[in-house]
């Protein structure tokens, strides 16, 4: 019986599962568990600075790949210094394979006080015990009975609950020889469900449309983590009613589509949106992720009698009948075949107000409500667009995407500093795909601030060192401007350490010649006008540096209406401090 080496065999099974780069930091107790990695034709090493920007960088991979991320660390201080970007994904639901080399097992039951460890009897499981809760599913390798089934087990759940899964690796495993046998048969990653239910659930949300004489519907964020986004386009485009979007959904479906009415967030909606939506008799909501950065501070209002919900894992009508066992793309692949080309209601799309003018519209300096409109114009189909969270994430919303755009964005868990090693994991996710001519090849556009980069802005070291291209937008607004708006704006606190982005090119080792190029400064729209212009932003063959000066007060209005949902001290504190805040239009949910 042909054996393989319990290392490779973990590396094969991951590499089958469609993860072809594998992020993290080499430590003593994973060394030889890395080394099999090279033995994989087709799987590749891709060392990052730290533990924290490993994950990170996994998370974006895995969005862009549209599947798994994988990080390796080692135990206790590698593993604990993920954890953070870890609980992220968990929150986020994206696939991540965190495998962990642990100390030996015969280390672990003599409390061996080896590094890493804690105390003079160490329990050397304190560490999974801690990330116990940010994983749906873990493989702690102790036997040497059905490893590699247990392995197997993981990945898989991996895939069906879309959530992060760790394997504990202990050093004297590596190299135990496995069958190779069930190598041969790659795992089933597929979430089936119940077919029964599956049918019953869609003949249900059928009749409620049939019946309704003005529905919509709503397309959120988890649709794309769950891998249903070409089901849900096809469902939008047989359906022919109004359809609305989240922020953390733009760009799933087309907004230039004929029946797209735009962002639907509550409060900070666009002018007519929330009026519109809410005329509807029956709302059809797909992977609704409702947290309070993703609806308005939770004025997004959606009565359950009005609402149909087709979540990850369940459908719920009208609040009266429920199905579970249905997983999202089943249900809506289902719909798609059954949802007749006749019968179902004719809806015309709303028709919106136009968007304001702003008062600072003459302003020659860079401003909030001036720089995400002219983003849109600098986007092109295919780009993938990584927004960090804080000002970025709440002005991308008015930046209206062409066709074939990604965006992502981290809101919900909110972890500063994530854009970055995001950014950089989906670099090396488009160059995987484009050479397997899975997509064309399109830009990785980030959009940080001065405050978040500071955490992670080691990664940009790794984009250096790979020759990836991404296009990098720093907006300098002098420290931490989205805590500023919520609260103590002229306090020391919410000032950072101030940093030359001029340097940092050359400082991760770019040519100081080739660094001058690639760097470019804007304090006025003029200026920006032109850098965005310019082919080597526009065409970008290695890392581009754009920094944004704009002033620290300046916020977009969907953050500052989102703040002031909290009330009126709320309103007058941003007053005070310089914010812009007009009262908001009870029934538009904007700026009178």
């Known amino acids: 019986m042909a054996t393989v080496p319990l290392g490779r065999y973990l590396w094969e099974r991951i590499h089958q599962c469609g993860v072809n780069d594998i992020f993290g930091v080499p430590g003593d107790f994973n060394l030889t568990l890395l080394d099999h990695i090279y033995d994989v034709k087709g799987l590749n090493w891709t060392g990052n600075t730290n533990e924290l920007n490993a994950a990170y960088a996994a998370d974006g991979y895995a969005r862009v790949r549209n599947g798994a991320g994988c990080v390796v660390t080692t135990h206790g201080v590698g593993e604990l210094s993920a954890l953070n970007a870890i609980a992220g994904s968990m929150t986020e639901q994206v696939k991540i394979i965190s495998v962990v080399g642990q100390t030996s097992r015969a280390m672990q039951k003599n409390k061996m006080m080896i590094h890493h460890s804690i105390g003079f009897q160490p329990d050397h499981q304190i560490f999974s015990k801690a990330s116990k809760d940010f994983r749906c599913a873990a493989a702690e390798l102790q036997t040497e009975e059905g490893v590699a089934e247990e392995i197997d087990r993981v990945l898989r759940e991996c895939f069906l609950q879309s959530k992060p899964v760790y394997i504990f690796f202990p050093i004297d495993l590596v190299d135990k020889p496995v069958s190779a046998k069930a190598l041969e048969k790659p795992l089933d990653l597929v979430n089936h469900g119940d077919e029964k239910s599956i049918e019953e659930a869609a003949k249900a949300v059928i009749e409620a449309l049939s019946s309704s004489k003005n529905p919509s519907i709503f397309v959120d964020c988890l ?114 075949e059954q949802i007749p080309l006749d019968g179902m209601p004719k809806v015309e799309k709303p028709k919106l107000p136009e968007r304001p003018v702003e008062d600072d519209i003459d302003s020659k300096m860079i401003t909030q409500s001036w720089v995400w409109h002219r983003l849109a114009e600098f986007l092109q189909p295919q ?76 990664e940009v070291g790794n984009m250096v060192k790979q020759k990836t291209s991404p296009v990098l937008f720093v907006i300098n607004n002098a420290g931490y401007t989205i805590e500023r708006v919520i609260h103590g704006a002229k306090q020391s606190y919410n000032d950072i350490v101030p940093f030359n982005y001029r340097h940092m090119l050359p400082f991760f080792n770019m040519p100081e010649a080739e660094a001058k190029q690639n760097f470019h400064r804007a304090e006025t729209k003029a200026a920006l006008e032109e850098i965005l212009k310019r082919e080597s932003v526009q065409k970008p063959r290695t890392v581009q540096v754009v920094e944004i000066v704009m002033d620290a007060m300046d916020v977009p209005w969907r953050l500052s209406t989102q703040i002031a949902t909290r009330g009126p001290e709320a309103v007058k504190e941003m007053q005070e401090a310089g914010f812009k805040v007009r009262e908001m239009g009870k029934t538009e949910g904007f700026w009178n």
């Open 223 to 336: 649709v794309q983590r769950h891998q249903a986004v070409d089901e849900v386009r096809q469902l939008v485009d047989k359906l022919a009613i109004p359809i609305y979007s989240s922020n953390m959904s733009k760009g799933i479906i087309d907004e230039t589509h004929p029946n797209y009415v735009g962002l639907y967030n509550g409060l900070p909606s666009g002018p007519g949106v929330q009026a519109a939506i809410q005329n509807s008799d029956l709302m059809l909501v797909v992977g609704s992720l409702p947290s309070d950065t993703n609806s308005g501070g939770f004025t997004r209002k959606m009565a359950p009698e009005k609402m149909v919900a087709i979540d990850t894992e369940a459908v719920s009508v009208r609040g009266q009948k429920s199905f579970s066992n249905v997983p999202i793309k089943a249900v809506l692949r289902k719909l798609v």
């Open 383 to 458: 780009d993938v667009v990584f927004g960090e969270t804080g000002t970025a994430a709440f002005g991308i919303p008015d930046t209206t995407f062409p066709p074939g755009i990604t965006w992502h964005t981290q809101t919900y868990y909110g972890s500063i500093g994530w854009a970055a090693p995001a950014a950089f994991g989906s670099e090396i996710a488009l160059a995987d795909l484009a050479a397997s001519k899975a997509r064309a090849r399109g830009r990785t556009i980030l959009i940080t601030g001065d405050g978040s980069l500071m955490l992670t802005v080691q």
